[in-house]
Every structure is written in structure tokens, then in C-alpha cells.
């Protein structure tokens, strides 16, 4: 991601509705919150991408990549996967 002020940075967050938590980390610098993620499982929803519910909140940037995995992934894969990105976009 390139931010309208063209800072680039890597993002990746992590959610977790039976445990209440969310973590939000950008460059390396992690951000975790522990409110309520809701009940139930994660459905077949629309991923909104750059916009709240596609309709307010818009991303004002450049998306250079996306990586969406469908499956829990260890702390080791988290970290492969931000440090490719990281290359990519130069900041690694």
C-alpha cells in the first residue's frame, strides 16, 4: 500500500470472534484490540477493499498487492508473507 502522502507500508491483520481479539500490524508495529468480534463463524460475505461496506470511509492510495489466505496461518507464515510484501514495495 502506498498512502496518499506515497509512504509505502505493509499491513496484515489477524481476528478472532471466539477470542475477541483483532491485531493490526503495520511495518512491524502491532496494534491489538479486544473488542467484540461478534458470535458465530466468519461467513460468505463481501470483502469490501478500500471502503466501508463499499459505500463511505474510501482509501485514498495505491494497493500494490493482496494477499488473502483462506486458512489460519502460523506466526512464521504471517512473517514470510509481510517480509515478501516488504521487498516488494522496497521497504525490507
Known sequence: I???LGVPLVASAVGGISEDTCSLKINGV???SVTDQGTGTYGNYPLYIGARAGTS????GRLYGLIV????????QI??????M???VGIA
Open 2 to 4: 502506498t498512502t496518499s
Open 30 to 32: 502491532t496494534a491489538t
Open 57 to 60: 470511509y474510501f482509501f485514498n
Open 69 to 76: 489466505r483462506g486458512a489460519q496461518s502460523s506466526l512464521s
Open 79 to 84: 512473517g514470510a508473507t509481510e517480509l515478501y
Open 86 to 88: 516488504k521487498k516488494k
